[in-house]
DNA sequence: CAGTGGTCTAGACCACATG
DNA sequence: ATGTGGTCTAGACCACTGG
């Protein structure tokens, strides 16, 4: 009964929270500037504190008022937050809380939504995209592939406990996989494609991190505000006899995962 | 003859570039906004184009007169190539370019400094501590080590055609090292210890990756402006037979170098 | 339409580093 | 003492979203 039927509404609980981090006295100046000192409290109200994941908060007007601050001090602490992933405005709408406490652990051995279930108790996947089309760049040095090479092209959504986490998008060699989507959509399971295909098992070759700040439609599909800070990783799959069948281009938020790469050797 | 001997005051050269793409006609705000365009102009001038690094910009107020904007709009703009990394301020100083524009490959499986070696001509390692200590927290875990255990600290920076690229801190198992110090000060590599206590090879048991923001120490180290976007590496070797010798943790700027992950079974 | 977040201005004070 | 970047204010206009 927390949370009101409909969401363009602050909620009276939150807002008392806001109201009364608000009023603690601030520190002086010289010792932490003030939306620092306020990003400070906010941050441990979305973290640790009582601010659930999708609360909405009052509007910055409103906010900078509580706070006692001018609205542009108050817009610093808060696209902290944003940069950060705690927090997503949307233009004409509201600010709301994003972030989880907790950090996923991603064994890069396992398939990404193993990894997950171990973790957390609700995880969902959305399709965004299912094509036949020229490989990009990045697939045909990775796959070693012609220059004209089609394939299959798939853009994938992870959400964990409503929060989008994990944009990723794979290219397979469209000649390698002739009956694709039909063996793809019963499960929505890429095993079930290798399978179908004659690939009982794959490993993985190789992969490769790096950062970088989000493009329009990896902030969009995550849920991002524009230019946060990502991680990418992209990574190669072979088969038995080592040839590559999957190119894997993986975004999520910097603070949202935690990337185990296991170097044991068998 | 580019560059003055002081380095206290702006390039004349480098003024003039500003100048020119400062008088570039802005497009319509609602198609980009301001701040955004002047932030594509100096990323490009310090990625491809003629701001060298190191190359000192005039200051806030200078600036924003050249590009015709208030002082928080120029600001906004500046505070965006500081946030990747482009540019470094410092406070009653100046602004200076900071990025290279390469991206650095480092193969976990090497050891850094010879990964580095393959891509950059001149790279220098400062070792900024080298003590005796209880173990950190996340070491006794890694190492797997008594509580009050004693470790060897170390921490360098690796500096790359005058760039601070690479923030490690190093763990050792002070008993297993007892001649660490003697062994390490000549060539200043820890391989050649690691071989002095008769370990002539090590394997690198995992590898885990999360993304942040810079700590004080971190941005001073490195030289990034404070809460830049980091990539954080921690690192367990192994000697042959499978024992902890040593914890590792790396940090270094989002934007700086990308992580290879060979994954290939031997 | 009203309210939201996004942008921008002009002006001010401060702490800091350098000469 | 000067100039630097860092912070903060008060006020304004815009584009977008929703009812």
Redesign the interface.
Known sequence: MKKQLNIDSVDSDDLERIIQIANVPYRSKGERALWLQIYDRLAEACINGPLESGARLPGENHMAELFSVSR?TMRKALS?LQ??GQLQARKGVGIFVRQRRT?YVID?DLRFSQSLEANASEIDTKTLELTRAPASREAIVALGMGAVSEVIRMVRLRIVEGEPIYLTSKEFPADRFPRFEEAFSPNQSVTDVYRAHGIPRY???????????AHRHEADALGLTH?T?L?RVSSVNLDPEGRPIEFNFGRWP??A??????????
């Open positions: 542009l902290k940069q950060e950090r890069d490993t993985r070759e190789e992969t490769r991190i790096t950062g970088g700040f230019r800070p991680m910097l603070s995962v935690e990337l185990v790469v296991n170097q044991r050797r068998s």
